[in-house]
């Protein structure tokens, strides 16, 4: 959703951590095997290796682009209503919307 609002660069940069740490995820059967994954090759050291740029600069770069994607998601619940309808077809029924 918020996503879409990052430049492509930001776009790709993130799904890159993200595919990554998802493949962690998945290869992982306990969350001790998850950090052992993440020490062993972070995502960050990976990012950096192949975006031309320090861990450390790959590592503050994910950081911004968390907190503009934080941004635009507090920005948009900002704006956020339940809807509670009342016709027979919606009964019971409540919807989040954004105005």
Do not use: T
């Given at each position: 959703m918020a996503q879409r609002s990052l430049s492509e660069e930001k776009r790709i940069f993130h799904s890159f951590i993200e595919e990554i740490e998802l493949a962690y995820v998945n290869q992982a059967e306990t969350a001790e095997q998850y950090f052992n994954l993440l020490t062993l090759q972070h995502p960050y050291q990976q990012a950096a290796?192949?975006?031309n740029m320090t861990v450390e600069e790959a590592r503050q770069y994910m950081l911004a682009?968390?907190?503009?994607?934080q941004g635009?998601?507090?920005?948009?619940?900002?704006?956020?209503?339940?809807?509670?309808?009342?016709?027979?077809?919606?009964?019971?029924?409540?919807?989040l919307t954004f105005l």
């Open positions: 290796a192949k975006f682009i968390d907190a503009e994607l635009e998601v507090d920005r948009k619940m900002k704006s956020a209503v339940w809807l509670e309808y009342n016709q027979s077809h919606f009964q019971n029924k409540n919807f």
